[in-house]
């Protein structure tokens, strides 16, 4: 029998740079505004939208469930159903606070809806100054059904604001050749080698546009599709955007070794997106189960925090030189009677696992295994160095709980 080890307050793997939060927004940013204002390049928040529902996580329980990406086990994501006053206080704070901490080329994008956009526009203009706005972005998306009771909605609304009037944005980083037809008033022609353009002559100054040559998106994007039902990418987390929107905004508005900052990360997209453009991410979400759906998408190098880690030390994870390795093995994992609706065997209720050694409360990883859409099944093998003493182990279950044993 392994005996269970409590008061474990933060989870540090790789080189641990990047940090997840479970935390409440606002007083996170408040911790974050007094350590290290002015340091963030880039804000990405999708907050919930003053919707009055109830969202969903669709977990995947075992192998087979996570090969097919339909989960059987509904759990509560968050519940977007405060008055409109007390969901206007809480977006006035998160954005002030938000530009406390933005870098002075900074930039926040303010992902919303038709339901809250005029309200947060409006506060967002007063918070970063009018002069600050960059852009509406309209993400239009074709998902869903039609309407016959009003034209069918189908974008969201992305402000765009900057913290100075020197922001680094670089759109020409996210210009692409475009599909299809373009269709403006510009004249065409052909060149001398075949290459179709568009032009016009302005001022008697004639300008060429090549059908080849990438261009910048607009302020509407229709390439972005939502997630399909079957998206490989989808986790279960209702409310899940797009990673290629996602890594549009990272990609032009923050750069290499930046710190991209998201305090309603969800499911993970934008610290994915982050990591993928190797940027440092801070991500804040109140739902414990998001962490580990972001430890899945984008944990390797980050230090999980717990609220109840207050004052721990956020340190650098040390490098481990094994030269002997030993296995360790978890063949069965059973979750207590009752609390789930279905049944479960061997490492079903098991999403990851880790093996690592603990100090004063912190759990520094040193191998781990996480299920993905690419890799459904856990083999239950973990390889560690053998010169490694007082080895852990950390258990994450299909509820977004996590429990660390003595081996
Ligand atoms: C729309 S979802 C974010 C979805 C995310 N962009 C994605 O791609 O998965 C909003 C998130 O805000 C979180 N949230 C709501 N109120 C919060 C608060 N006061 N502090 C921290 N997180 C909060 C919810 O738990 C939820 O995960």
Known sequence: MLKLIRGITAEIS?????????????????????????????????????TGKKFEIK????????????????????????????????????LCLSKQLLAPDGLIFIHVDYRANAYIRLMADEIFGEDRF????????????????????????????????????HIDDVAEVQRGERKNHMARGVDEDGRTYRHMTVGGKTYRYYDDEPVPPSDVWTDVSHLQQRDPQRTGFETQKPLKLLERIVKCASREGDTVLDPFFGSGTSLEAAAEYSRRFIGIDSNPLCSELARARAGENACIIRPENDGAPLCEAERVEGITFASVYLEAFQIEEGLLPI????????????????????????????????????????????????????ISDVLGRRFFYEL
């Open 59 to 94: 977990a995947m329980v075992g192998k087979d469930e996570w090969k097919s990406g339909k989960g059987t086990l509904v759990l509560p994501a968050y519940s977007d159903t405060l008055k409109t006053e007390d969901y206007l206080a809480l977006m006035r704070r998160v």
């Open 134 to 169: 960059i852009n509406e972005i309209i993400w239009a998306y074709e998902s869903g059904g039609r309407s016959k009771y009003n034209f069918a909605r189908k974008h969201d609304v992305i402000l765009l604001y900057a913290a100075s009037d020197a922001p680094d944005l």
């Open 343 to 394: 049944e479960t065997g061997g490492l079903d209720a098991v999403n990851g696992w880790a093996v690592g050694t603990v100090k004063n409360g912190v759990f520094y990883e040193i191998a781990s295994e996480t299920r993905s859409r690419k890799e459904p099944a856990l083999k239950g093998e973990i390889r560690v160095p053998i010169n490694e003493t007082g080895l852990c182990l950390r």
């Open 14 to 50: 790789g080189t641990g740079e990047n940090a997840i939060y479970v935390d409440d927004a606002v007083s996170r940013l408040e911790k974050l505004c007094a350590e290290r204002p002015g340091s963030v390049s880039l804000i990405y928040m999708d907050p919930p939208f003053m």
